[in-house]
């Protein structure tokens, strides 16, 4: 099913299957775009596809990258996140 486009975050590029090009594979900490989004009843989970790495016949079985491989992205928590980090991190003038 197409859905309005979804940014999210890839939290797991651990255990690609070997179907799936190098080209092709997902990497930690990037940003995809999700536009489309199925429930595989092979495994009962959740699928997306993803814009920038779209699966495709060469990839079989695997059509669709699973959910929970992601998390939502909001570039506000991620704006909020950076900040924290500069607040936390220790400040350079107040070195002994």
Not at 7 to 12: F, G, M
Not at 31 to 41: C, F, Q, S
Not at 46 to 59: Q, S
Not at 68 to 94: A, C, G, T, W
């Amino acid at each position: 099913m197409n859905i309005e486009p979804l940014k999210v975050l890839c939290i797991d590029d651990k255990k690609i299957p070997k179907e799936i090009p190098i080209e092709l594979r997902i990497v930690d900490g990037e940003v995809y775009t999700a536009d489309g989004i199925v429930h595989l009843l092979s495994s009962s989970v959740i699928g997306f596809r993803l814009v920038e790495k779209p699966l495709n016949d060469d990839c079989f079985p695997y059509h669709y990258w699973s959910a929970h491989r992601f998390i939502p992205y909001e570039e506000d928590m991620m704006q909020v996140e950076s900040e924290i980090e500069e607040l936390i991190k220790p400040n350079e003038h107040h070195k002994a």
